[in-house]
């Protein structure tokens, strides 16, 4: 996703465009006269097959024979073909998917937009937030995490375990929310992912992300962007769990019952600071390779 780009045809890309919309429409006509020649010359096999070589000339339907409905059948498939080719392209083609696309990414802006306004304008206001935010927790923001015995999170920018049930929990609770992470974490995913706001942290100042997700350059900066959100995530990666550790109000745990080898751990939970309020226990089975434990904490 953010790996070298590819090198661009020296072209101008509204003739490019042109050019594969043309190559486009030209298959896309070369198959439908294809599927008339096959109807036509189909349809004349039937009516010989039926009245040539009395192949089930006994069956009748409205005193028709059988060739005359598959016929219509198969016609109704050409049309079908023939309506989208000529019809549907006219109505809904390229310029129908990128009108769309700019509408929704013209939502996204403003969206951005309307965040960006609400952080802090310079660095001074960043540094008077930072001073009080880090002292108080946050009542809404929750860290999540799925960590080894040993509180392993990961090795080489990756997970360490593929849990089926644990990623549709992740899924489940964090759907709808802005997610907080570190550029490292965000780049271990192939794409964004969806129905989530994502919230990066980078100390780069000209970090380029798609359409949609914001970049920030402190903790504090991404809980101020989130906080119209009810229940914020911190969702890795090892040093961005440890920054939120004193700010968060409650953590989601997967515990996984196995020791591995990592290179990133989650920071150790102080059980004076934090209470065990739920766990539920999933053993191993044929799509889970180990046992875990899925457990909330709350700060006391």
Known sequence: MFKKKKQQPQIDPDQLALIENAQRRVKQKKRLYAHFVIFLIGAVFLIIANVGLGIGEEFQKFDLPWFVFAILIWLFFFLYHLFNVFITHKFMGKDWEKAQIEKLVA????????????????????NLK????????HKNLTMIVAVGENNEIGKDNDLIWHLKDDLKRFKSLTSGHHII???????????PL???????????K?????VGVLVVHSLEDAIDAAKGDTQ????????????????????????VHSTFNADTFFPKIDTTVFSETNRVMHPQDENHKYA???ITYERK
Request: net charge positive; glycine share 4%; hydrophobic share 30%.
């Open 292 to 294: 875990f434990s899925c």
């Open 206 to 210: 000209d970090y380029q992300v798609p």
């Open 107 to 126: 939502k996204q802006k403003a969206k951005i937009e309307k965040l960006e306004a609400n952080l802090p304008k310079s660095k001074t206001d960043s």
């Open 232 to 255: 914020p995530f911190i969702i890795g990666g090892g040093e961005i769990y440890r920054q939120a550790m004193p700010l968060a109000a409650k953590i989601e745990i997967t515990r």
């Open 194 to 204: 969806p129905n989530r706001t994502h919230v990066v942290i980078s100390r780069q």
């Open 181 to 191: 992470m570190g550029r490292k974490t965000f780049e271990s995913f192939p794409k």
């Open 130 to 137: 930072s001073s009080s935010t880090t002292q108080i927790p």
